[in-house]
């Protein structure tokens, strides 16, 4: 018969590493759960105190709350273009003509604290393209920075105020008048007669006594002072 006891020389079997173990396809009765993602955590709002709730953080991140509509960005960048394209137009901009005050006489209205002036100017065409005058206008600057303008008498109003004041009338050319034109390099001549609301005395302190003539389609007068 064979001896069947074990041999006190050998290690006994290793256990086997299934026994123990679940069935295969069934849960373990504790399952070990993985481990949440982390949360980014939200800035905190800004605590504006009691009244009503405002949430600031919500209302900074939000793009559609940072900027306005794309129309009315366009518009304003319109606007500013056409500003600065006009400062830019004016800043270059230059008086079609030039010219000289050549005679000037005045007179005292009685009664009306005011005076009468006639003068007589020069006017020259400086520019490329006919200057055809728009308007006439006297203006008187007092040392006190008080204006004072008026605009040209009517060429029919000339011979009265000749024969109510004949001293206006001494150097005196025909009357320079609106839609006069000048060709380029030409010149006109004439005069004109404003008032002012000021005494003789006053009148004598005056700082500076100008003819202002605006021509069609230009930007700037052109301004004769003495």
Known sequence: MTDESPNPGTNPPAPNSSEGAPPVGVPPANPIEPAAAPTASKPPALDLGPGV??????????PERNLPPAKIL???????????AIYGFLGRAQPQGAGSVDNMVAVEIPNQNAMLVAVTVTVHNSGEKPLWIHSIQGKLQMPDK???????????????????????????L??????????????????????????????????????????????????LTK
């Open 53 to 62: 709730g405002i949430n600031v953080t919500q209302d900074m991140a939000t």
């Open 74 to 84: 366009l518009i304003a960048l319109a606007g500013l273009a056409v500003v600065l």
């Open 146 to 172: 008080k204006e004072y303008s008026d605009v040209a008498a009517s060429a029919v109003d000339f011979a009265r105020y000749f024969e109510a004041f004949p001293s206006l009338k001494q150097n005196s």
């Open 174 to 223: 025909p009357t320079l008048m609106p839609e006069t034109k000048i060709l380029p390099g030409n010149e006109a001549k004439g005069t004109v007669i404003v008032s002012f609301p000021v005494k003789q005395d006053e009148f004598e302190k005056r700082q500076s006594l100008s003819v202002s003539i605006q021509p069609y389609d230009q930007p700037l007068p052109v301004v």
